[in-house]
Nanobody, 123 residues
C-alpha cells in the first residue's frame, strides 16, 4: 500500500492550497481516507476524513468551515482544499487509510499513512 501526498508549499496568510493524496495497492472503496497534520513539537492531529464507498465526510471543529475534503474514485485520489490559511496551520500534512472506516472520527490509529507534505503559512 502506498499513499503519496502532494501540493504542499509556502503560502501567505489568507491564501489557499489544495493537497492531494494518491493511493495505490489497496481496494480504494474499502477505505476511509483521512487528513492529519503535525506541527513542530505537537502531536499528530486528525482533521477530516471521507468514506470512499459513499462519500460521507467528517470534520473536526478545528478545520470545519475552512478545509474541504473531496475525492476522485477514478484516480484513487482524495483532496484537501485549504482556504484562509493561518500561520498556525503550518505543519506537515499527512493522509491515512482506514479499512472500512473502523477508526471513524479519528478514534484509533489508521492502517496506513503517507510520508507527508510540508505546508508553511507566512504572516
Amino acid at each position: 500500500v502506498q499513499l503519496v501526498e502532494s501540493g504542499g508549499g509556502l503560502v501567505q496568510a489568507g491564501g489557499s492550497l489544495r493537497l492531494s493524496c494518491a493511493a495505490s495497492g489497496l481496494r480504494f472503496d474499502e477505505y476511509a481516507i483521512g487528513w492529519f497534520r503535525q506541527a513542530p513539537g505537537k502531536e499528530r492531529e486528525g482533521g477530516s476524513c471521507m468514506a470512499i464507498s459513499d462519500g460521507t465526510t467528517y470534520y473536526t471543529d478545528s478545520v470545519k468551515g475552512r478545509f474541504t475534503i473531496s475525492g476522485d474514485n477514478a484516480k484513487n485520489t482524495v483532496y484537501r482544499q485549504m482556504d484562509n490559511l493561518r500561520p498556525e496551520d503550518t505543519a506537515v500534512y499527512y493522509c491515512g487509510a482506514d479499512h472500512w472506516g473502523a477508526g471513524w472520527g479519528f478514534l484509533r490509529e489508521y492502517d496506513y499513512y503517507g510520508q507527508g507534505t510540508q505546508v508553511t503559512v507566512s504572516s
